[in-house]
């Protein structure tokens, strides 16, 4: 099929990648527009047009895809379909009607549960014992469209955030790849999403980083989880130099108990409102991350230390 893709982040490249392997005509990549990255903070390319750019792809990245001018230049392309995999712009329905075939959208989750921007962190930090990720035609509503494929992913123990998100892109290409076969065959098979068991997966706000020692072992642990490697749950600890901030990156639940946000071995053993958990990945602020037995060698932490 003569396709569109639009996606933006590492996610979205696996995607492309396995639409690319399968002889499809990529008329048109779209990406969000250069951002600042790095320690330099200069812009660079997203993922996504770094990797098109490289296999000789035609590149677009409007700041925003409601102008007249960029409607008119998207249905000018004739596409058969567009595939959108993270992009990170709402689309208006003069862009979902443009394609013949209409627009589909890789979600890294099983809808109706976590519709949304963030449904791989808020996943795990609802303690969800399973996933997945879904390809569904898009609709006007915020991830409501019929679903035609699905792929479910157990969330393991000691899964993170940027674990999942691996798996997930994986996964969910492979899925890609032969839903979009499908769609071209005419075998595809729609199924409508129920409203019920409907949950938003909300944009993680920068407030719910804060490790909060007072709440229950097991939601610290799910939430130091959910979210690393980024934005990274963090907490601080006082230090000869004054509070010290440290990201929490990998953590597991013990049974044990004590005074929240205290520790209770010099082996990072923290006592929270209820039970216990055990870091066992951290980063100092400026520095790499660390499996905590390294880390502890170069900045000790006894029992009986309080963390903010």
């Known amino acids: 099929m003569r396709i569109a893709f639009l996606g933006t982040p590492d996610f979205s490249v696996p995607s492309l990648a396995a639409l690319v392997d399968d002889g499809h005509e990529i ?3 779209y990406s969000q527009p250069p951002a600042p990255r790095g320690r330099g903070q200069a812009p660079r390319p997203s993922p996504v047009q770094a990797f098109a750019e490289s296999h000789g ?6 700041v925003s895809l409601r102008e007249p001018d960029a ?3 998207f249905r000018a392309l004739n596409l058969d379909a567009a595939v959108v995999v993270a992009f990170g ?3 208006t329905s003069d862009i979902l009607d443009a394609p013949r075939l209409g627009c589909f959208n890789l979600h890294a989750s099983l809808l109706p549960r976590w519709r949304g921007a963030a449904p791989i962190q808020r996943s795990i930090m609802a303690g969800d014992a399973v996933t997945g990720a879904q390809v569904m035609r898009m609709t006007p509503g915020l991830d409501e469209g019929p679903v035609l494929g699905s792929v479910t992913l157990r969330i393991d123990a000691l899964e993170t955030a940027g674990t999942l998100h691996d798996r997930l892109a994986t996964a969910g290409a492979e899925l890609l790849a032969r839903i979009m ?11 409508p999403q129920s409203e019920e068991g409907a949950t938003y997966a909300k944009k993680i706000k920068p407030t719910e ?3 909060r020692w007072d709440r229950p072992g097991r939601r610290v642990d799910r939430r130091i989880r959910g979210l690393s490697p980024f934005p990274g749950a963090w907490f601080t600890i006082d230090s000869d130099r004054g509070p010290v901030r440290i990201k929490a990156l990998l953590s597991c639940v013990e049974d044990a108990d004590g005074e929240a946000g205290v520790t209770l ?3 990072f053993l923290v006592a929270c409102g209820g039970g216990a958990v055990r870091l066992l990945r951290v980063q100092r602020e400026g520095r790499a991350p660390q499996d905590v037995d390294v880390f502890l060698r170069g900045f000790p932490i006894p029992a009986g230390a309080r963390l903010g």
């Open 209 to 211: 980083a804060h490790i």
């Open 181 to 191: 076969r499908s769609v071209a065959d005419g075998t595809a098979v729609e199924i």
């Open 71 to 73: 409607i008119e230049a």
């Open 57 to 62: 792809l035609s590149v677009r990245a409007p």
């Open 27 to 29: 008329a048109c990549v």
């Open 89 to 91: 712009q709402i689309l």
């Open 265 to 267: 071995d010099d082996r």
